[in-house]
């Protein structure tokens, strides 16, 4: 079965910066584009950054203000998300997602309805001031 597991979550101050990992197995990132998403409390889900099946290139929201990086590390199978200089508004439960590409140069959707093949459970990250 299709699978994505986040990881990385923890308590982190405004300031310090933070690296999310997502996990894929049962598929290849070949073929399937990888998003991010967060949801705050008392808001809905949100898509952070994204990146395209196999060489495809990433994708972030504007909310992100350049503060976000989307990787992948191929020898793991995995897709990472650091956070730089982390502010409060970034607490939340952040999830991955997989949805599956036909062509690494599409561009990869923030879209948290669009057809996903996977989701996470999610890591929850809390930010002190």
């Known amino acids: 079965q299709l699978r994505v597991v986040e990881s990385g979550g923890g308590l982190v101050q405004t300031g310090g910066s933070l690296r999310l990992s997502c996990a894929a197995s049962?598929?290849?990132?070949?073929?399937?584009?990888i998003a991010w998403f967060r949801q705050a409390p008392g808001k809905e889900r949100e898509g952070l950054a994204c990146?395209?099946?196999?060489?495809?290139?990433?994708q972030y929201a504007d909310s992100v203000n350049g503060r976000f990086t989307i990787w992948k590390d191929n020898a793991i199978n995995s897709v990472n998300l650091q956070i730089h200089r982390v502010e409060l508004n970034d607490t939340g439960i952040y999830y991955c997602a997989a949805e599956h590409s036909w062509n690494s140069w599409d561009p990869c959707s923030l879209r948290g309805d669009s057809e996903k093949a996977a989701w996470g459970q999610g890591t929850r990250v809390t930010v002190s001031s």
């Open positions: 049962g598929f290849s990132l070949d073929y399937y584009e």
């Open positions: 990146l395209g099946a196999g060489t495809g290139s990433p």
